[in-house]
């Protein structure tokens, strides 16, 4: 009976009115027996939207969405303007955001993009975001972009080209670094182009939370020749190891 039957940003029902008085209360309630206990909670799908009232000091939302999907200009606009509305409803003026860099094996493809982590973590630390999780699997093929996410969230304004070289280097030496670097900035070239933001699976995938791991239309991006070539990036890297 408490529901609201308007949609929300992404076109859900919204319940953020119902479940965030719900969560004040709770906060509410442990605070006066823990008064330093911090709360997390999901600003997910239903609940993704702030509510019409300020969040109790101590509850901290995690707005959930996929930075590569602001690769599209439309998308990162709303999700920065959600981020600035969530920023006025929390005492603090802080917030977490709760990110998807899923790669292998839910994509058949290494899926880059370290110049887009930089950019929004540096534009969602502007907006008050203080606190970060990053959903994934740990991989190989992902290479350093797990290790960029938590030197970023150190420092938002880290020189990301010398992480990355610094990165290939301990991986496997200063001879084999340049091929090593070339291969994952070849993946994140393709991944952040035009050939890949205009497959069906982009445009389908870029208005949800994250994107889809079911359709594989986004093989379309590769060109003639493109696997050839980063198998033999990588067997330079190694050769040289």
């Known amino acids: 009976a408490a529901g609201d039957p308007k949609r929300n940003s992404l076109n859900q029902p919204h319940y953020s009115e119902v479940y965030y008085a719900w969560a004040n209360r709770v906060a509410e309630s442990v605070s006066r027996r823990h008064p330093d206990v911090y709360f997390g909670c999901l600003a997910y799908r239903e609940v993704m939207d702030p509510p019409a009232f300020d969040l109790h000091p101590r509850l901290v939302p995690f707005l959930c969405f996929d930075t590569y999907s602001c690769l599209d200009p439309q998308v990162r606009s709303n999700r920065l303007e959600i981020a600035r509305r969530w920023q006025e409803r929390t005492p603090s003026g802080h917030w977490g955001h709760w990110d998807y860099s899923y790669s292998r094996p839910r994509l058949l493809l290494p899926r880059l993009y370290f110049k887009l982590q930089q950019d929004l973590m540096r534009q969602t ?117």
Request: with cysteine; aromatic share 14%.
């Open 125 to 241: 630390h502007e907006r008050g975001a203080r606190a970060m999780f990053v959903e994934a699997y740990p991989n190989a093929s992902d290479g350093p972009a797990k290790y960029l996410y938590l030197k970023l969230m150190w420092d938002v304004n880290a020189d990301i080209e010398a992480l990355l070289d610094d990165w290939c280097a301990a991986c496997l030496g200063d001879k084999a670094a340049p091929y090593l670097k070339r291969y994952f900035l070849d993946w994140e070239a393709l991944w952040t182009g035009e050939a890949m933001t205009g497959t069906p699976w982009f445009a389908e995938s870029k208005g949800g939370i994250y994107m889809q791991f079911g359709p594989a239309d986004y093989l379309l991006a590769l060109q003639p020749g493109d696997l050839a070539r980063f198998r033999k990036l990588l067997e330079q890297a190694a050769g040289l190891a």
